[in-house]
């Protein structure tokens, strides 16, 4: 393994890591699985996607582990609607290929949640950066092909109104659909054409009677999600207040765009800059869970930026600091192992596939 390999693998594998950690708090009972359906990437970091690209072939590796639930619709990929990960139930003991009829089914679910998303998105205007790359990552982790992708794609309605619901659709599909139509439109500030447009979907699927209740399910994640970047990023900061700012950019960067929700994804980067202050130390209001996953996501993002022994030592130090005021100094052990056995591992693999 030259160097320039070895570099390569260890920055994806510590970028993996950080976006997996946002994924879900439940992160950790997965790494094993997401280092094997990873492992090709990491045999040939050079040939990885990189940029958007990036975030859409992550999405679809870690489909059928634990989709991220800042994606719009990942309560349809949860629900086993992905050809991700092969085929299921008892044809998966003779065939690892999905049959024609659970193709059919995912493609037809993926084509509604397209239609939906593309509603909601243009409610308000044209679509966003942001909306865009998670829709994206959306329909990248149903594991279609690029014929199907391109056809569940196709122009579909331009408004609500004009949406159809071919077919009989299970109770939780018609949710998980209205749901992802809230991630959607939750992720900025909610206009009223975006509102609206949620309000009419629900109708058409049948789910007026939880569109509070699943809103409220929806905004509360989203509350969650933000308090957990918000500590990782300040975790991060304090972990490498002394590299120069163009030094800890990327790995800040990489952190809002893995755990921020878009609505506070430009607070956090005017924090990340020093163009705003940082907010009156306090502690933040996180199980342990959440702080193992703040932990990781900031050491992981620090870890890709291969430091050097020396400034990885004082970046150690500053973060085991930052975790003590927070009482996570345990959860920070767990979290610091967790990243550094996960980058260590893919090397050593890797390695040994060369």
């Not at 005021?325 to 060369?354: F, I, K, P, Q, T």
């Amino acid at each position: 393994m030259t160097q320039e390999d070895a570099q390569g693998t260890f920055r994806l594998a510590a970028l993996d890591l950080a976006a997996f950690a946002a994924a879900r708090e439940s992160f950790p009972r997965h790494v094993t699985e997401l280092a094997r359906r990873r492992a090709p990437r990491y045999a040939a970091p050079s040939e990885a996607p990189v940029d958007d690209a990036y975030w859409t072939d992550f999405a679809a590796s870690i489909a059928p582990l634990l989709p991220s639930e800042l994606m719009p619709m990942w309560g349809l990929i949860d629900a086993d609607l992905t050809l991700e990960g092969g085929a299921k139930g008892l044809r998966s003991l003779f065939s690892s290929t999905p049959s024609a009829r659970e193709r059919r089914k995912v493609q037809r679910t993926a084509t509604l949640a397209a239609r939906v998303m593309s509603v909601v998105a243009h409610a308000d205007g044209d679509m966003a950066d942001d909306e865009r790359r998670v829709i994206d990552m959306a329909m990248a982790s149903f594991g279609l092909n690029d014929e199907e992708l391109a056809a569940a794609r196709a122009e579909g309605p331009a408004s609500a109104s004009q949406l159809e619901v071919f077919g009989e659709l299970d109770l939780r599909v018609r949710r998980e659909v209205v749901r992802g139509a809230w991630q959607l439109a939750l992720h900025g500030d909610l206009s009223k054409e975006e509102e609206s447009a949620v309000v009419t979907i629900a109708a058409k699927l049948e789910i007026s009677a939880e569109l509070d209740l699943v809103r409220r399910e929806v905004r509360d994640a989203q509350e969650r999600c933000a308090r957990v970047a918000s500590l990782a990023l300040e975790l991060a900061m304090a972990a490498s207040s002394s590299l120069d700012a163009e030094v800890r950019a990327p790995a800040l960067e990489h952190l809002v765009r893995c755990a921020a929700p878009p609505r506070v994804a430009a607070g956090l980067r005017a924090r990340a800059s020093g163009e705003t202050p940082p907010p009156v130390a306090q502690k933040v209001a996180l199980v342990s869970a959440q702080r193992v996953q703040a932990l990781t996501l900031a050491w992981s993002c620090l870890r890709a930026l291969d430091l050097r022994a020396s400034t990885e030592a004082v970046a150690r130090l500053g973060l085991r600091a930052a975790a003590a005021r927070h009482d996570a100094s345990a959860d920070a052990n767990s979290a610091m192992e967790l990243v550094d056995r996960y980058l260590l591992e893919r090397l050593a693999e890797s390695g040994e596939r060369r």
